[in-house]
Structures are given as C-alpha cells and as structure tokens.
C-alpha cells in the first residue's frame, strides 16, 4: 500500500524566516515525487518534482526539496519565506501503476 | 492547448438522490484520469484513477463509482447519495506519471 504522511498541518513562520514541510511516504516501489502549492482561492500548482538522479530538487520561487531514499522522505524547504508564501502545500507520490496519492497539506502562514 | 472541464461547479442533492459529475479533457489523447475530493484537514483524496479506456482503479470502497466511456471523458457516480459524500471533488489529468496533474475547476457537492 502507498501512503503520504505530511508531518505538520499548520506552520506559522515570520518573513524573511526559513521553513521546512515534511513529507515522508511508504511505498513498496519506485517513485516519482512532487510538492503542489494552493494559493488562497486558487487551484493546485506544480512546485517541484523528484524523477531520478540528483536528490536535491529545485523548484518555482525558491523553493527546493531533498530526496531520502533511506528515510523516505521528501521534505521541502524555503530559506527566506515572504507575505506571498502563505499558501496549502502538498506532497504527492506517483507510483509506476500511475497511482497518484497527496497528503493531507500543510498551511503555511507568513506573518510580518 | 490542452483543457479540461469539469461540471456542474456546484450542486445541491438530496439524500438518497443519484449523482454524475462529468468530466471532459480536450486537445490530448489517451489522459490518465483521476477523481479527488478535497476536504479540509484532509488534503486531496485519491478516488478513482483510469489508465484508459473502461479501466478503473478504485482507492477507496464508498457510495461512489467511475466510469469512463470515452478515451477523454471520466465519470463520477452514486445511485443513492449519503451526507457525509458532501465535500469538493477535483477531476484532473496528466499526460505521462513525471507529468504535473492538470486540474479541473472543481465541483462543490452538498448533500442535503
């Protein structure tokens, strides 16, 4: 069975402050993985992707994630967060059936 | 370009009433299909995916079933809806697993 756990549902972060949503996922298979984002309002939208290769992932407006195929993680990080940030982020795994799972998102709120 | 519509944007049902939601994708052949239905707290879950033609995946057993007639058109379905099928539900499409999902509008079902 595939699942995707997101660590936290709520982070509160200053501008300008560092943040770090945590994905980890249970697969039996290989993977391909993805962070979305849902500005207030809006529909969902791609961030990064992990397919292969190098672990580290960059991503849309500074965004970059790392993959841990020993931890199973996939966890996202923004140095220096800004106002435009506050959104619901989304961790989704994508099995080699084309089975596509998300997590429950995260709230990030940018506060100045 | 590539489109995908999806309707009613919202619908207020009775108990025990049949649903469809449809879903149409345009400009793109042979799509995988998911449906999702997001609620908050609960991210986006999986409900039904199809790799093609009359192939259905079912992620979790409930009121609801898919259908999809048509390479570009996939189906959501109950014969008797129950309250707790109220939520938001979310067609989507990709071309290819490494690609990102391409969603729907969105359908806001209440079930009275």
């Known amino acids: 069975a595939q699942s995707v756990t997101q660590l936290d549902s709520q982070v509160p972060v200053f501008e300008e402050a560092p943040v770090e949503l945590r994905c980890n996922y249970s697969?039996?298979?290989?993977?391909?993985l993805f962070w979305y984002v849902q500005y207030p309002n809006q529909g969902l939208q791609l961030l990064l992707k992990?397919?292969?290769?190098?672990?580290l992932v960059k991503g849309i407006n500074g965004f970059e994630a790392e993959f841990n195929k020993s931890q199973t993680s996939f966890h996202l990080r923004k140095p220096s967060v800004h106002i435009s940030d506050t959104a619901e982020y989304f961790c989704?795994?994508?099995?080699?059936?084309?089975?596509?799972?998300f997590g429950a998102g995260t709230t990030v709120t940018v506060r100045a | 370009s590539q489109t995908i519509h999806q309707w009613p944007a919202t619908l207020v049902q009775p108990v025990g009433s049949p649903l469809s939601l449809e879903c149409t994708v345009e400009g793109t052949s042979n799509p995988n299909l998911y449906w999702y239905r997001q609620a908050a707290g609960r991210g986006l879950q999986l409900l039904f995916y199809?790799?093609?033609?009359?192939?259905i995946s079912s992620e979790v057993p409930q009121n609801l079933s898919a259908s999809r007639p048509q390479d570009r058109q996939f189906i959501l379905s109950s014969k008797k809806l129950l309250l707790s099928d109220s939520g938001f539900y979310l067609c989507?499409?990709?071309?290819?697993?490494?690609?990102?999902?391409?969603f729907g509008n969105g359908t806001r079902l209440t079930v009275t």
């Open positions: 199809s790799v093609g033609i009359g192939q």
């Open positions: 697969s039996s298979v290989s993977v391909y």
């Open positions: 992990y397919l292969s290769g190098s672990t």
């Open positions: 989704a795994v994508s099995t080699n059936d084309y089975k596509l799972s």
């Open positions: 989507a499409w990709t071309g290819a697993r490494e690609s990102p999902l391409h």
